[in-house]
Structure formats: structure tokens, C-alpha cells
């Protein structure tokens, strides 16, 4: 059963993406039921449980995650339910092989390590997505001039392609940390105590062979200790994936404000409506691509708190991970998915970016004129120079290159031109180019 809470009413920017049916209560339910099969076929394989318990186990369906959700309550977890439900569905033959020598937080752990895993691959494909539409653009604008910025003021020019350049190192940052983290998170059984005591007494003669295997089930890491409350598969999570929502948001905050009217030297490809104004066409994509880097830090703040978990099992720093953390996978899935859907569309205007290189009058070379000018007019003659001459451009009205043709101190003219000071900006984007 799915709750009308997850058709992401209020969350466009993870409504219906790929995510979104990974993170589900559906998909939830589907690991669960995953890790309780895993344990089962794990003990049949080295002889601590017949193999029709496993294959009963697997063969449970029509499990309802409502009725489970409110359950839930009475012991505070939804594995109880759980366990409850399939030791009912396999029969009085197998029911005493459901779940056997394991605790609740064996089970939601390990499967909230697999919905992790298959929420990060889509995550990683869609980095992927964005980092070959960014190379396109790098390539193609390498020689794009365009002013540069700083603390919201034309400062020298820069290239487009420079940035695009930029933006893909952030997003192969991103895939290279989600690599990473995905790679390395564990399965999750321990007992009650995190002892392994359980499974001794069941017959194991070596339990950490059983853990082997039930990892080896799952396709996930065997882990070395037990980790009820050593949280550092959670934290890497939360690191990871709040840094990959910050390396999309900066895209989207640089197109945000470069596809502004007065601006618009960006635009996204299909530009969202305007309920009252028919003339727009909102940067939409950009928009919730920004709005999900705003809310990750604050999800990956409350799941770093909670590595300060208390004792072998935690009374509420353990419970306090799991909306959080499924709120992060879902939020940078969906974030990844319109980045993609952002940097595949972006369309550059370069007239506009050449034009605003002329805003300044010739000023945003200043930088340039002063190197230039030193060694003629000596270093303090040559900034007072070019400081006068900045005011009387923006009082006057006129073009710097007017101002200095009437210095009697100049006996040529000087290279104006803000396409020909981008320094090594064409180099530095073919460098980053070469990175795969």
C-alpha cells in the first residue's frame, strides 16, 4: 500500500523521479523483506537452517506496509511487524528459522544500506548525465568571453567554457564521493548486543562467517565490527550526499542569477510558467535544484548528531536517522535528476555575454592597463592614472578608450579588447577536460 504522504505533493523537486520509487515505502518494504530473506538463505548455506525456510521465506508476498506503519508504533520499529507477519506466512515448520538470532536494528540497518545503494546508483547516473552535457558546453564555449564576477561586480573576463569547466569538476567531485560511499557501505548483523552471541547459541560455530555470507547475499560489504551505534556508514551518507546537492546547487544559483531578464545570458531549454503571468518562462529546473542544496545540510546536520549514540543499542539517536536520511536520498535524487535535465537543455547566449563585457566602458581591463602601464608610467603614476580615468568614465559617460587616447603620457594605444584577457582560461578548460 502506498501513502497518499508519498506522492510528493509539496516536493517537486523529488516527485516522481527515479528516486523517489527507490526511497518508497514500497521500496522500503522490498528491503526488508530483502535482508530477512538474505539471513535465512545465509544460515541454510552453512547448514544452520533447512533450505525450505529460505525459499518459504522468499516466497511471502502481499505484505502491507500501512498496516505495518501502524504496528510499528506499539514497538517502535517496523521490523516487529514484520517478523510477526512472515513467521505467520511460512508456517509452524519454518516460522522458528524467520529472522533467527538477529535484533530489529540488524534488519532496518542492512536494509536501509540496499535502498542506499540502489538510490545511489540512480544518483551516479544521472552525475553522469550532467557532467557529459557540462563537457559539451566546455568544449564548445572554451573561447565564449564572458565578464567575471566578483561579490556581484564585473571583475575581469573569464570564459564560459571556464565555468562550465568548473561546474563538471564539482559534479565528478560528487559521482567520485557517491562512488565511494556506495562501494563501501555494510551489511548490518550483530544481535542483540552486537555479540553475535545469538547465532552461538543456534549452532554457528563461527559467526562471523555467518555475517560473510549474509553480506555476500546482499551484495554488500562485510562489515568489520558490528555498527549499532558506530554510525559511520550514516555519516558518510549524510557527508556525501549533502556535498553532491551543494555541487548541483552551485550550478543552478549560477544560472539562476545569469538567466535573470536584465541579465540572460543563460536560459534553461523549457522554462516553467507563470500561474498570473503568461509572458514567463521561470528558470524551473534551476529553482528546485537550489531549494534541495538549502535543505540538505540541515537532513545531513541531524545525521551526523546522531553519532552520539549511547551504549550497544540507542534509545532515539538510532530513530531519529531514518526519516532524515530518506529524505536526503530522495532530495539529491531528484536534484541530480533535474540537474540533468538542466545542463541537457542550457542554452548560452555569448551576444549577450560579449556585450555586457562592454558595460564598464573598457574598465573590466583595468587589471590588464595597470601591468601594461607600469613599466611606461611607473607604478603609483599608472593606478592614480587609471583610477581618475575610472571615475571620469562612470561620470562622463565615456569609453575609457577615449580617456586614454587624450594622455599626452600614452604614445600608443593600448589592447582594449576584454576578449583578449582571459589569461589562461582556455588552457585551464581543456586541463579539466582530460579528467574522466
Not at 555586457?356 to 611607473?378: F, K, N, W
Request: proline residues 5%.
Amino acid at each position: 500500500m502506498t501513502s497518499e504522504a508519498e506522492v510528493g505533493l509539496l516536493a517537486p523537486g523529488w516527485a516522481d523521479s527515479p528516486a523517489a520509487a527507490a526511497t518508497s515505502d514500497a521500496a522500503y518494504l522490498r528491503a526488508l523483506l530483502d535482508a530477512e530473506i538474505a539471513l535465512t538463505r545465509a544460515q541454510a548455506a552453512l547448514g544452520l537452517a533447512p533450505e525450505g525456510a529460505a525459499a518459504a521465506v522468499a516466497a511471502v508476498g502481499g505484505l502491507d506496509a500501512g498496516d505495518i506503519a501502524v504496528r510499528a508504533r506499539a514497538g517502535g520499529n517496523p521490523v516487529i511487524p514484520l517478523v510477526a507477519d512472515l513467521t505467520t506466512a511460512v508456517g509452524a515448520e519454518y516460522g522458528p528459522y524467520v529472522h533467527r538470532g538477529a535484533t530489529s536494528q540488524d534488519i532496518l540497518d542492512t536494509a536501509t544500506m540496499l535502498v542506499a545503494v540502489r538510490t545511489l546508483d540512480l544518483v551516479r547516473a544521472d552525475l553522469g548525465r550532467t557532467e557529459a552535457a557540462l563537457a559539451r558546453l566546455a568544449a564548445d564555449h572554451r573561447d565564449t568571453a564572458m565578464p567575471g564576477r566578483t561579490l556581484t561586480q564585473h571583475a575581469v573576463p573569464t570564459t564560459f567554457g571556464l565555468k562550465a569547466a568548473g561546474w563538471r569538476s564539482l559534479v565528478l567531485d560528487a559521482r567520485d564521493r557517491v562512488t565511494s560511499v556506495r562501494n563501501s557501505l555494510p551489511a548490518q548483523l550483530s544481535g542483540a548486543a552486537g555479540t553475535l552471541a545469538a547465532f552461538t547459541a543456534y549452532g554457528a560455530q563461527d559467526p562471523t562467517a555467518l555475517v560473510a555470507a549474509y553480506a555476500r547475499e546482499l551484495g554488500l560489504r562485510e562489515p568489520g565490527l558490528p555498527w549499532h551505534t558506530l554510525r559511520t556508514p550514516i555519516a558518510d551518507l549524510a557527508g556525501c550526499l549533502a556535498f553532491a546537492a551543494g555541487a548541483l546547487g552551485k550550478i543552478a544559483t549560477d544560472v539562476l542569477t545569469l538567466a535573470r531578464t536584465e541579465i540572460a545570458e543563460l536560459a534553461e531549454g523549457s522554462g516553467g510558467g507563470s500561474s498570473a503571468m503568461p509572458h514567463k518562462a521561470n528558470p524551473v529546473r534551476s529553482t528546485l535544484v537550489a531549494a534541495a542544496a538549502r535543505r540538505a545540510p540541515q537532513l545531513a546536520a541531524t545525521l551526523y548528531g546522531s553519532l552520539a549514540a549511547e551504549d550497544e543499542r540507542p534509545a532515539g539517536a538510532w530513530h531519529a536517522e531514518w526519516e532524515p536520511l530518506r529524505d536526503l536520498l530522495r532530495l539529491v535524487g531528484g536534484a541530480a535528476r533535474d540537474a540533468a535535465e538542466l545542463t541537457e537543455g542550457l542554452r548560452v547566449n555569448a551576444d549577450a555575454m560579449r556585450a555586457h563585457l562592454d558595460l564598464t566602458h573598457g574598465l573590466i581591463v583595468s587589471e590588464r592597463l595597470s601591468a601594461d602601464l607600469a613599466p611606461v608610467l611607473g607604478r603609483a603614476r599608472a593606478k592614480a592614472l587609471l583610477t581618475e580615468l575610472a571615475q571620469r568614465t562612470y561620470a562622463e559617460g565615456r569609453s575609457l578608450a577615449e580617456l586614454l587616447a587624450e594622455q599626452p603620457e600614452l604614445e600608443k594605444a593600448v589592447d582594449l579588447d576584454p576578449a583578449h584577457y582571459t589569461g589562461a582560461a582556455t588552457t585551464l578548460t581543456d586541463r579539466a577536460l582530460e579528467r574522466r
